[in-house]
């Protein structure tokens, strides 16, 4: 995958899960009502994702890191769409299951495209330096521009909107020539 539209795709896959994640977080606990099934919910999202590395791997090899990322994204496009209308703990937790293997995908698939580029030993550690900064920077300003928008929305509004990121970034991937890689 071309190194310069994948740091685009992961700034707004990364920005996205950003955004919804502490919103997520009270939808969650308005849904449930212990900390028992907060906890479970959460659990069965790492341990999903646990299982889901075992196989991933290989279709990473097989398959290739643009098509897994365009499954993680089109994946979470349409769950997050499903996120707001959820009124049962059993859909939370279904919800968690999926969201397991498609983090597990996402996460794989980011380290095989990094590990993948053509870097020089002595410049690798700078590379993935700059490229947790780029993304996390634009994590941070999702997450601060959500809090002003959720003032002026919906909370499920912004469940629409970041699904609607997941569909472009999907759009984009499945538009973009697959150029091959350095040797």
Not at 20 to 27: A, E, G, R
Not at 44 to 66: E, H, N, P, Q, V
Not at 114 to 123: E, G, H, I, K
Not at 149 to 160: M, N, P, V
């Amino acid at each position: 995958m071309h190194y310069p539209l994948f740091i685009r795709i992961q700034s707004m896959i990364l920005m996205s899960s950003s955004v919804i994640f502490p919103f997520y977080l009270l939808l969650v606990r308005q849904i449930g009502d212990s900390y028992a099934q907060f906890g479970l919910a959460y659990g069965l999202f790492t341990l999903t994702s646990a299982f889901a590395y075992l196989g991933i791997g290989r279709l990473s090899d097989r398959f290739g890191d643009r098509f897994l990322l365009m499954v993680h994204t089109f994946g979470m496009a349409l769950i997050l769409l499903y996120v707001p209308i959820v009124t049962e703990i059993s859909h939370v937790y279904l919800i968690q299951i999926i969201m397991g293997v498609l983090g597990a995908l996402q996460k794989n698939t980011e380290k095989t495209v990094l590990a993948r580029q053509d870097m020089a030993p002595t410049t690798i550690g700078r590379t993935v330096g700059h490229y947790h900064f780029k993304t996390s920077l634009w994590s941070a300003f999702g997450i601060i521009a959500a809090g002003y928008l959720i003032d002026f929305l919906t909370i499920g509004s912004l469940f629409y909107l970041i699904s609607a990121c997941y569909f472009y970034v999907t759009l984009r991937l499945w538009f973009s020539r697959p150029r091959p890689l350095k040797k």
